[in-house]
C-alpha cells in the first residue's frame, strides 16, 4: 500500500531554516509527481511546491525564493528546504501524491516563533 511518512518539522525562530524529508514507498516514485501541502489551525489546506518526475517545480508565491523542494529518486525522498521561515509558515506540512486518489502522510509540526 502508499505510504508516505514525514520527518523534520519542530521549533524554529523566525528566520531559521528546517529541511523535512519524506519516505515513500507502494508507489512507482520516479515517475510520480510529489508535494508538500501545510495546514495551518483554522485555515484549509494549501499547496506548498510541488514537483515533477522530470524535477519541475512549482512553489505557492508564499514561499518563493525561500523554500526549494527536491527529490532523489534512488531513495524513494522528497524533501522541503525551508529557509527565512516566518511565524505566518507555522503549520502542519503533509507529504502528497496523486495516483488513483489523493494520498497524504501523517504530517509534521512546524512552529516558527521566538
Known amino acids: 500500500q502508499v505510504q508516505l511518512v514525514e520527518s523534520g518539522g519542530g521549533l524554529v525562530q523566525p528566520g531559521g531554516s528546517l529541511r523535512l524529508s519524506c519516505a515513500a514507498s507502494?508507489?512507482?516514485?520516479?515517475?510520480?509527481?510529489m508535494g508538500w501541502y501545510r495546514q495551518a489551525p483554522g485555515k484549509q489546506r494549501e499547496l506548498v511546491a510541488d514537483?515533477?518526475?522530470?524535477?519541475?517545480?512549482n512553489y505557492a508565491d508564499s514561499v518563493k525564493g525561500r523554500f526549494t523542494i527536491s527529490r532523489d529518486n534512488t531513495k524513494n525522498m522528497v524533501y522541503l528546504q525551508m529557509n527565512s521561515l516566518k511565524p505566518e509558515d507555522t503549520a502542519v506540512y503533509y507529504c502528497?501524491?496523486?495516483?488513483?486518489?489523493?494520498?497524504w502522510g501523517q504530517g509534521t509540526q512546524v512552529t516558527v516563533s521566538s
Open positions: 502528497h501524491v496523486l495516483k488513483t486518489r489523493h494520498y
Open positions: 507502494g508507489i512507482a516514485f520516479s515517475i510520480s509527481t
Open positions: 514537483i515533477t518526475s522530470g524535477s519541475t517545480t
